[in-house]
Nanobody, 118 residues
Framework: VQLQACGGGLVQAGDSLRLSCAASGRTYFVSWFRQAPPKAQEFVAVISWDGRSTTYADSVKGRFTISRDNAKNTVYLQMNSLKPEDTAVYYC???????????????WGPGTPVTVSS
């Protein structure tokens, strides 16, 4: 499975962005992670194959929403009320485990950068 994330950009604090993660085939569990060097990679959100289960990092809970359209093999991350601390490269990952651990995912896409100015 190949993943391609897009939708990142430069926005101001308080703005919204929607990231998309398009897969070349069927995916099961899909997560979004982010990394802002020199910080470590950070889990953002995960969604189950049927979209019924989602989990968010405390830092984004209430502001970000993960969703999926299996007919399009695409997972979305709606990001509202963006803050400067959300600035990072965002990656989507797919695997067969419902986990917040990056090592639990088999497939990763290239990241899409998000920059939030204050």
């Amino acid at each position: 499975v190949q993943l391609q994330a897009c939708g990142g950009g430069l926005v101001q604090a308080g703005d919204s962005l929607r990231l998309s993660c398009a897969a070349s085939g069927r995916t099961y569990f899909v997560s979004w992670f982010r990394q802002a060097p020199p910080k470590a990679q950070e889990f953002v959100a995960v969604i189950s194959w049927d979209g019924r289960s989602t989990t968010y990092a405390d830092s984004v809970k209430g502001r970000f929403t993960i969703s999926r359209d299996n007919a399009k093999n695409t997972v979305y991350l709606q990001m509202n009320s963006l803050k400067p601390e959300d600035t990072a490269v965002y990656y989507c990952a797919a695997g067969v485990s419902y986990t917040q651990y990056g090592g639990g995912y088999d497939y990763w896409g290239p990241g899409t950068p998000v920059t939030v100015s204050s």
